[in-house]
């Protein structure tokens, strides 16, 4: 029996997003099968927890041969929800912003409809095959486009109107890459934060 | 009595890298004090839970009072370890990596010594006011400067031989943007990690 997913701890989740990445490594690498045992050990879990984690969305292996990695990845993937695609809309084409356009967003469950910046000089350039609108426009392209995702990649100063004024379009999910605790601000958005400062002070504490 | 810092789970620490930041803002808002009660408000927590985190390094707040926000920024700063600087370079200067050296390193306990970069043309070149040194460099001047951290900012397919090679100098910490799992090949390696494709695919998985 499998569990109810609003039962799965974020924690699963986070995990299986590794257990993706490294699939995709074993199968470019032209790897057929894995133990539990194995990618226990690339990814410095244990072999039960592997096996719990797969276990608790339905994907089982077999004892003495593993998972199939095609069969698996697929299965992750299904559980991600990534071969649906989400729109989303990218703010702030800087160097950050720029990064993050070289991502493949496609591959990650999102389909980017547009890239935003307020710098006019960005104005119609392309960046990473995306042409740049000006943020003035955000509202007429979001209501032709209807996405459902911001990436947020502006400074922090800029940030807590920004997510208002996103909010307010209808777009409920952030991926949220300044310094600002969009969350708080949004209670009821969906909010995936990438504090670049918290993880470079969480390093200098684990370095004492 | 305070806790060994042994004892102190990662997750603290991390909430530690929050309650910083936004002291931060209180103090560059001129706020002088706050309350437990206002502190978990604005970050999403319980005040018993600042208060516990707080009080597990022996920073206590007064009843009815508060913490001073001043005093309270200068006891994180000290238990995270952020006023002695520790030595860094940062490999691989392109949009990443641009975006990575334009953070406040000073204030976030790192003196960057070094960038570096394979790539010909960007060699000399400065960027945000760091000299940029090709990577054949990296021996030649890790062995004068004698720094303790590496920021990866480079594709994962480069990353594997360049930790190893980085780690075989002498530099024992990391922080880790590339998609690859540096602690797996490093274990004794202090590895903090962000993988921009996993929090894509979180958020992915959140909006189902």
New interface residues.
């Given amino acids: 029996m499998t569990l109810n ?1 609003k039962d799965i701890p ?1 924690a699963v ?2 995990r ?3 257990y ?3 699939l995709g490594v074993l199968e470019r690498n032209g790897e057929g099968k894995i133990s539990s045992q194995a990618f226990a ?4 879990l244990t072999a039960s927890q592997v096996r719990q984690d797969l276990g608790s969305f339905g994907a089982f292996g077999h004892r003495g041969f593993g998972y199939e990695v095609k069969i698996l990845k697929e299965k992750v993937e299904e ?4 071969s649906e695609l ?1 729109k989303c809309i990218l703010v702030g084409a ?3 912003g ?3 356009l ?4 496609e591959k ?3 389909h980017l409809v547009a890239v935003f910046d307020k710098n006019p000089e960005l104005e119609g350039k392309e960046i990473r095959g995306h042409k740049v609108y000006s943020i003035d426009k955000l509202e007429e392209i979001c209501e032709k486009e209807i996405p ?2 911001a990436i947020i990649c502006t400074p922090s100063v800029a940030v807590e109107n920004l997510a208002t004024r996103i909010y307010g379009i209808g777009i409920t ?3 949220n890459f300044s ?1 600002y ?1 969009i ?2 601000l949004l ?1 009821d958005a ?1 909010v ?17």
Same sequence: chains 1, 2.
């Fill in positions: 997913e974020l989740i986070r299986m997003t590794r993706y990445r490294y050990e690339q990814l410095g559980i991600l929800g990534l989400k800087g160097n950050l720029t990064a993050v070289s991502m493949n967003y990650l469950g999102f459902e995702a999910s952030f991926l310094h605790d969350s708080i209670p969906i995936e934060s990438v504090h670049l400062n918290d993880s470079m002070m969480t390093l200098r504490y684990l370095m004492k």
